[in-house]
């Protein structure tokens, strides 16, 4: 343990003078915005000051490792002062050490026992000893990395409230322009290119990681036909009432999984060992980065497009309109590489040293791809004629009819904003506008296929219901007509006495729909805030808005409930309405599908505590 509470001692040293150089920067950042405002060139020092803070997420992991050493050292302080206690009275430890000897045995070696006893007592008061240095050198350590995390999350906020309002790179001019064609030779040189094709070949595709991901690759590919074979067999009994089952749909999204992976694992690993290896060149990292931002969006643009295909989920699974799924898929054919080659070359160009985000290139090819958001949301969401109008044809009360325009306002508004606002040289504000849209997209595009999954596992149930209704129905029509001929006064009052409450299908349908679409309504709005709150200062000022305070009663910690404490908690309040309003329905479904009671039987099930709740709460009638 003594070498490592010399390296603790260096860590807490490192830790104290990083906090140490943090809180110095945050001050000064602080008057350099009080006397000079928000200029320009302020706004590239801090963003550079932001891209050097440490990740908050290494100091979780460091926490966390501090924890358990902490714990495993306690247990053993523990142990060790039980056997202190123990070797306080050296003759009776002796004593109970040769309790199965013979005296005369005992009588040998007991002076020898009792010099090792004193010995481990000693070695023991030794261990002791450093386990408590040990403690408070982690404790000090904890004390330093906890004001270091401090320092750079209240530095971070600080910067984030602040970058997005700073002009981060001068306005679009014809200087600009003029540019452009130096800065197209200097990122595209066949040098640089030829030394990586090189490094790729010789160094990384030899590589382990790499290797598998090729491996995998070329397998997904070589058996492609029959995955897109077994996908499209996922749909040959749906519609069956009898043979229909929600595994098929199960199996149908893990294929989509499978033919999208092997593209974005290898982009990935080739990414991977590129950034891991220190002998490639800085072009070289520059485009693992890249490599590392597009897997993810490879994937997410293949697997939309797998899900839209022909034959599958979407239009088979799901009932999707089948014009509007084909012209969605058409849509993502030209979308998917034309973003994917303009997102390589633009994070490509502001990594330069050279060119930088203001370059006339970057801020060229950042447009080029704005646009092409721009035509391919206005092709989706145009009121009259758009894809999403065409997907909703038939459903006048729908969504997305009935809020066409605003979707209309939300899908194309942003890429023309973050064009604007990049002419006028806030680059920085247009890339995380258009990041957190990007996100924003994939997570509704999450919501949309679970609300879809659900809705059909609920109309599975119901159809399921319905036949079972039906199937009672015409049994005990059958078995009415049979008896008639005997005894049709003995059997109308049977049936008057067996007679059961029928469960209202339709109401739960319904019930159940609304239920589903509130719930994820309010799942995607609690979503976006988090992927929008750390970007809009609005909504971080709402955690700074301190309504009242209260006090904790164990240590008079001061509490603040703050503007956005008040908004959670009446998030939470309208959830459990919606939830106690429309569960029932829910429930009774799931109840009704799994006990596979009969309609009136579960219904009484259900309903029997409501009505004695009821029952003792009426006033008696005398």
Known sequence: ??????????DEVEATESANRIEEAFNTTRK???????????????QQEKRALPDTRHFQKLTSIREQKIADTSLSQIQLEQERRELRNINSYVDALSTSLSAQESFEIKEELAALANNRKDLIDNALSVQRAYLQAIVELDISQRRQQNAVESYSDFLGKRLLWIRSTEQVSWETVKKIPGQISHLFSLTRWQNFIQTLITDVLLETTPSLALVFALVVLVTRPKIWQQLRNTGTHIGNLRLDRLTYTMQAIAWILILALPGPVLMMAIGWELGTSFETSNFSKMVSNTLMILAPLLFHLTAFRLFLAPGSIAQVHFGWQNSGVKKLHQDLSWFTPTTLGLTFVVT???????LGSGSGLGRAIFISLMLTFAICF?????????????????????????????????????????????????MFTAGTLIERILQSTWFALL???IHQFILRWLTLNQRRLRL??????RRAEQEARANRETDEEAEGMFLREIEEPEVDLGAL???????????????????????????LPALQILNDITLWNYTHSGDNEIIPITLSSLILAL????????????????????????????????????????????????????
């Not at 003594?2 to 603790?8: F, G, S, T």
């Not at 309010?522 to 929008?532: D, E």
Request: hydrophobic share 55%.
């Open 348 to 354: 490509l160009a502001f990594q330069d040293d050279v």
């Open 509 to 535: 349908s319904i019930t159940s729909h609304k239920l589903l679409n509130n719930t994820l309504i309010l799942v995607g709005l609690v979503g976006i805030w988090v992927i929008w709150r750390d970007v």
């Open 447 to 449: 919501v949309i296929v």
């Open 571 to 622: 998030l939470v309040i309208i959830i459990t309405v919606v939830a106690t309003r429309q569960l029932p329905a829910f429930i009774e479904i799931v109840l009704l599908q799994r006990l596979e009671m009969s309609q009136g039987l579960s219904l009484i099930h259900i309903s029997e505590p409501t009505r004695q709740l009821a029952s003792s709460r009426m006033p008696s009638s005398a």
């Open 1 to 10: 343990l003594a070498n490592e509470i010399e390296n603790i001692n260096k």
């Open 468 to 473: 079972e209704a039906a199937k009672i129905k």
């Open 378 to 426: 206005f092709r989706l969401a145009k009121p009259h004629g758009g894809t999403l109008a065409i997907l909703a044809s038939g459903k006048p009360d729908s969504i997305l009819i009935r809020f066409r325009h605003l979707w209309f306002v939300l899908f194309v508004g942003p890429p023309v904003a973050s064009i604007l606002v990049s002419l006028a040289g806030y």
């Open 32 to 46: 350099k915005l009080d006397i000079a405002g928000l200029s320009q060139v302020l706004g590239q020092v801090l």
